[in-house]
């Protein structure tokens, strides 16, 4: 430590010294600033009238000394000029010496006055004389205190000679006016140095203020350049993590595709055991590709088109629809539990269902008996905000108290073989956190080992929000199909009658059939329908019958002409989204509800086209086509060996066929299936008679061929399936 003080010593030193030498070029630059050397107008001119109105001197040697003042002045500016256009500064020192000779040059014109303008022996005249010198000694005194040595160069030369004059005069009163001269001009020289301290103090602050903002200039432009460094570095990280996911995906999406081909060919038990678990290992490395992706997202990056809000209830439901397959196949309970009239969250629908979708997963995953329950309610947050709370709650394992809290960690800390027998990646609940924190959420869990656990989270709610009872969403770009109508149809060609009932009948819909223009003109005055679809040579006739209230589509075929009181014309033949999109034009809201009741109603809906819209949004068109053959695969072979295991009376064989199917439709929502085939395995518990039994086997086939022509109907891409 003694080896290192002195060159810090030294070091200190020398940054004093510079700074003392800046303060002593700002003092210098102050003392040629000024430049107002007219001030000795006025007080030699006051001198000059004196004594040419006593005629104590003759005018030419009385204009001497004004003439040297203002040879002094003028030499004194072109001084000041030439001390402000030098270059690099110069030395300053030298400068000072320079003023300090131009003051006693200034001072010793006026110390030349003092002798030629002194009135011997006339005290009125002398002590004119001294006030006059002591008032320009004082604004001289203004411009060269900050310089000491000019100070007194000026002083000594020009308060010196009166003095002397007034002392060798030899009164009193000289003596005394000589004495107070010398110690007015000594009180001012002592005040310089009071001056030169303000002086110096305020050059040091504005020294150091320039050298702050100097610094904080210079540390802009480094925040600046760190700035548009990191932009620069986020703008490549998304890129790469943009081109890196396409490139990895591409290619993992071919690989499971063709998986999932070869998984539905003729294989024996083992190569299928060994397909299953490829695609079980690919689908494990997209989920991991996609949290690190999530992860590796900055918070400001948003989509353009994401939504501001969503329904809770059909986040809650939408997760529980794609997870019911992996319950049923684990032979787990999965149910939704949601509250009454609850608000739309403040959130993006597809966040909100990546986090609700993890967390039960991760239930699934660990969960080996028992069951799972999604659930949905209100709260007030500690501030008395509103807020929703999703909450997942299984009978698994339950969590370690050591991994605790680092469960929201990606990657856990220690020993992961908690996650790791279930192949886990430790990323998902990471991916959660930070999804909850940038809708301004929290997320928690509540477990005991080995007795289940609660994972919770909370999505702020939209003020003054409702809930909606019904939405009609799009489909594949299209209309949804419009439900719970009756309608009445006429059509001469029995493929368009056939085409219709394809097109209608699956969603609900009740339709009566007229036999001929007849039938259908006293059906339409005496029923109560929402709307007649007629042919368009009939139209004309239905539309002015008695009692006819309901709008008429009219269905123009080739060579037909148009009817004139139609409410709505549709070519024919026509896409199911043309007849669904007219049918709610002409309708309105009245396409989602109509008149028939429950009672009146022949079947019920082969799909509810409002769910599958709902879920088409959250999965995409693309995923959702992808579910939808894979089922219509799956159950086309379920109710093949149904119906050939009740044919042959296998009636053990057919009971858990017949479960399958109720899971795998019930997972989708297809109500009508999941019932018929729950209502065949309760009757072949309850015993019921074989043929009772095989009609029902045919009553389930019948209801998959429905809701298949519905799904084709609603995703055309779905008829070759």
Not at 8 to 22: F, I, L, N, Q
Not at 185 to 212: K, M, P, Q, T, W
Not at 354 to 382: C, H, M, P, Y
Not at 588 to 608: C, F, W
């Amino acid at each position: 430590m003694s080896q290192l003080s002195p060159p810090e010593t030294k070091s200190a030193d020398e940054a004093g010294e510079h700074d003392d030498a800046a303060v002593f070029v700002g003092r210098i630059d102050i003392l040629y600033r000024p430049g107002r050397n007219h001030l000795f107008l006025p007080f030699a001119s006051l001198c000059l009238t004196a004594v040419l109105y006593t005629h104590a001197v003759p005018f030419a040697l009385a204009v001497l000394p004004f003439l040297l003042q203002i040879a002094a002045a003028v030499g004194t500016g072109r001084l000041a000029e030439s001390y402000k256009s030098r270059r690099n500064g110069g030395n300053v020192l030298l400068w000072a010496h320079r003023y300090v000779l131009a003051s006693a040059v200034s001072g010793a014109a006026w110390g030349a006055g003092a002798v030629i303008w002194f009135v011997p022996h006339q005290f009125p005249a002398d002590a004119f004389l001294a006030l006059t010198f002591l008032g320009m000694t004082a604004a001289e005194f203004i411009t060269r205190s900050v310089y000491r040595p000019a100070y007194l160069a000026h002083a000594v030369c020009s308060l010196g000679p009166l003095a002397v004059m007034l002392l060798l005069e030899g009164s009193p009163y000289g003596m005394l006016s000589s004495v107070l001269v010398l110690f007015f001009g000594g009180v001012l020289f002592s005040y310089c140095d009071e001056i030169v301290s303000v002086i110096d103090e305020g050059l040091r602050l504005r020294r150091a203020n320039a050298d702050l903002v100097e610094r904080l200039s210079r540390e802009k432009r480094d925040a600046e350049l760190a700035r548009d460094l990191s932009e620069a570095s986020t703008r490549a990280k998304s890129a790469f993590v943009a081109n890196i996911s396409h490139e990895i995906r591409t290619p993992l999406n071919a690989l499971l595709g063709m998986a999932q081909l070869l998984e539905r060919s003729d294989l024996d038990r083992g190569q299928k055991s060994h397909v299953k678990v490829l695609l079980e290992a690919g689908q494990g490395l997209k989920t991991l590709l996609d949290d690190v992706i999530a992860l590796s997202r900055d918070d400001g990056e948003t989509d353009n088109t994401r939504e501001t809000d969503c329904d809770p209830a059909q986040a809650a439901r939408t997760v529980t629809r794609l997870l019911q397959a992996r319950a049923w196949e684990k032979q787990l309970r999965l149910a939704v539990t949601v509250g009454q009239n609850l608000p739309r969250v403040a959130a993006d629908p597809r966040r909100v269902r990546q986090v609700l979708l993890k967390f039960a997963d991760n239930a699934l995953k660990f969960t080996q008996r028992g069951s799972i329950e999604i659930g949905v309610e209100e709260i007030l947050s500690d501030t008395g905000r509103q807020e929703l709370r999703f909450s997942v709650s299984d009978t698994g394992l339950g969590i370690p108290p050591d991994i605790a809290p680092h469960i929201f960690e990606p990657f856990l800390a220690g020993d992961n073989s908690y996650t790791r027998r279930q192949d886990g990646t430790g990323l998902g609940l990471a991916v959660a956190r930070r999804v909850v924190e940038t809708f301004g959420g929290q997320i928690g869990f509540d477990s005991e080992q080995g007795e289940g656990s609660t994972f919770w989270f909370t999505v702020p709610a939209v003020e003054n929000s409702q809930v909606e009872t019904h939405q009609s969403l799009a489909i594949a770009g299209s209309a949804a199909p419009p439900w719970g109508l009756a309608l009445l149809v006429w059509a001469g060609d029995e493929i368009v009658r056939v085409q219709i009932a394809h097109m209608l009948e699956p969603f609900g819909n009740r339709l009566d059939f007229a036999a001929s223009v007849t039938e259908a003109i006293t059906l339409a005055g005496r029923g109560s329908f929402d709307a007649i679809i007629a042919s368009a040579g009939d139209a004309d006739s239905i539309a002015v019958a008695p009692g006819v209230k309901a709008p008429i589509l009219a269905l123009v075929q080739n060579g037909m002409r148009l009817p004139a009181v139609a409410h709505k014309t549709l070519r024919w033949p026509a896409r199911p989204d043309a007849l669904y999109a007219i049918l709610r034009e002409m309708l309105g809201r009245a396409a989602d509800s109509g008149t028939q009741t429950d009672e009146s109603a022949h079947l019920p809906a082969a799909i509810d086209a409002t769910a599958f819209a709902a879920l088409e949004k959250s999965l995409g068109h693309p995923m959702l086509i992808e579910i939808l053959h894979a089922y219509i695969k799956t159950a086309e072979e379920l109710t093949r060996h149904l119906v050939a295991a009740s044919n042959a009376g296998r009636w053990d064989e057919a009971t858990p066929i017949a479960q399958d199917i109720a899971g795998s439709a019930g997972g989708l929502g297809l109500l009508a299936l999941t019932a018929a085939a729950r209502g065949f395995a309760k009757q072949v518990r309850e015993g019921g008679e074989n043929a009772e039994l095989l009609q029902a086997a045919l009553y389930v086939s019948a209801e998959h061929h429905r809701v298949r022509t519905a799904l084709a109907n609603l995703y055309p891409e779905l008829a070759a399936a």
